[in-house]
């Protein structure tokens, strides 16, 4: 129903700065939140920020101050704007859309493919 397609990732020095960019396509009939995920290998995946479908942001406090997060409804992307990377930031970023539940109790989460971040001298 849904398909998430991340973009934007690469190579940055510490302190850098990077735009990561998700389109959404597919049919959304509800309001949905998105968001953005990080993981590194072997570990669990994690939040980094949340903006709902009201516009209410969350950022998790490794990222408050540094990264920001914003949708564009017309183009159904959500974009992670990350300045000030620091290495501990490097990780696969993961888009994530939330349709939350149907009449039927059903519940929708959809993920993309990630996209690497590499934070390196």
């Known amino acids: 129903q849904v398909q998430l397609v991340e973009s934007g990732g690469g190579l940055v020095q510490p302190g850098g700065s990077l735009r990561l960019s998700c389109a959404a396509s597919g049919s959304m009939f509800r309001p949905y939140d998105m968001g953005w995920y990080r993981q590194v290998s072997g570990k669990q995946r994690e939040l980094v920020a949340l903006?709902?479908?009201?516009?209410?942001?969350t950022y998790s406090d490794s990222v408050k101050g540094r990264f920001t997060i914003s949708r564009d409804n017309a183009k159904k992307t959500v974009y992670l704007q990350m300045t000030t990377l620091k290495p501990e930031d490097a990780a696969v970023y993961y888009c994530n859309l939330d349709l939350g539940t149907f009449p039927d109790g059903t519940r929708y989460v959809y993920w993309g493919k990630g996209t690497q971040v590499t934070v390196s001298s």
């Open positions: 903006v709902s479908s009201s516009g209410t942001t």
